[in-house]
Nanobody, 126 residues
């Protein structure tokens, strides 16, 4: 059964860094697009970054550009989200999601993704 498992969430101080991981199993991993989304309490889910499977094309939302970096290691079936310069407004549950139909470019539209992980929590506070 295909599944995604996120890890790496933690409680950190503003200005800190985290690397979130999304480990995939049961997929033909090199060919699937992976997106990262976050949802804070009382707010809508927000797509922050994605990476395509075929060419490794990436997209990072303007709201986090310059601080968030997405990458993938196909040998480890894992996608990473590096977050630097953490701010309190980055506090949220971060989910990764997979689009199992092939697409050359990725988008951070949640309706494009068909498999979701359970999430990992990031808390940024002093």
């Amino acid at each position: 059964q295909a599944q995604l498992v996120e890890s790496g969430g933690d409680s950190v101080q503003p200005g800190g860094s985290l690397r979130l991981s999304c480990a995939a199993s049961g997929f033909t991993f090199p060919y699937i697009n992976i997106g990262w989304f976050r949802q804070a309490p009382g707010k809508e889910r927000e797509g922050v970054a994605c990476i395509s499977g075929r060419d490794g094309n990436t997209y990072v939302a303007d709201s986090v550009k310059g601080r968030f970096t997405i990458s993938r290691d196909n040998a480890k079936n894992t996608v990473y989200l590096q977050i630097d310069g953490l701010k309190p407004e980055d506090s949220a549950v971060y989910h990764c999601a997979a689009r199992t139909t092939i697409a050359s470019l990725c988008v951070v539209n949640e309706y494009e993704y068909d498999t979701w992980g359970q999430g990992t929590r990031v808390t940024v506070s002093t």
